[in-house]
C-alpha cells in the first residue's frame, strides 16, 4: 500500500430548509428537460459548451481515471459526415434490423431515419468512453466502471446545458464506430453517444409520450 496524501473537505453549512429549497428548485428546472429533435441554426457560446465539459470531468468515477473524451464538432463538413454515417445506419435499424418490439416501443416518440438536427444544431459533443489509459491517458492502464463513470459525466453534461438554456439530445446510432474514424479517435475508445446542443426550433413540439415520469412512489422504496 502506498501512503496518500489528504486534503480537508468541508461543505458551506445550510439550514434542513435551505437544503430542502435548493433540492426543490433544481429538482423542478431539471424537471423542464426535454430530448429535443428540432434544432434552430442559432448559436450557442463555445463557452458554455467548455464549462459543461468542465462539469462532466468532474464526474465521480473509477480510481480517478476520468475515462472519458469529449471531441466537440461545429464545423460543417464534420457535421454531415457524422448525419451521413448515422442516418445510414438509421436506415437499417427503421427498416428492419430492429425488433418489431424495439419499433413499436419508438412508436409514440415518432423517430425515424432523418436526422437533419445533425447538420442544423450548432453543436455535437461526441462522448467516447476510454477502455484504457489512466489518469495519463498513456492508452495502456487499465480502466475501470467506465460505463457507469461516462453515464454519470453525460448525466452532469446534460444538466448544465439545460441550466444555460440549452436545448439537447441524446443521440445514439447503432452501430456507431465511424465516430471514431471522423472524430480521430483511438481503437481503445468506444463511441458512447452524440450530445446534440443547441436551441430549439421555433416549432419544436416533443411527444406527449416523454413527459409521462414515473411517480416517486414507483421509483422509489424505503427501507
Ligand atoms: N437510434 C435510433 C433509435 C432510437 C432508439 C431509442 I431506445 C430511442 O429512445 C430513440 C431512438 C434513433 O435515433 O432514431
Redesign the pocket.
Known sequence: MQPHDTLPYALPHLTDQERITRATELRERLAMRR?CRYFSDAPVPREVIEQAILAAGSAPNGANHQPWHFAVVSSPEAKRAIREA?EE??RA??AGK?SEE?LD??GP?G???D?PFLETAPWLIVVFAQRKGGIEEDGQTQNYYVNESVGIACGLLLATLHEAGCATL?????PMGFLRSICGRPEHEKPLMIVVVGQPAPDATVPVHAVRKKPLEQIASWL
Open positions: 430530448s448515422a445506419e438509421e435499424f427503421y430492429a424495439w416501443a419508438l416518440l423517430t425515424d431515419a436526422k441524446t443521440h445514439t446510432p447503432s
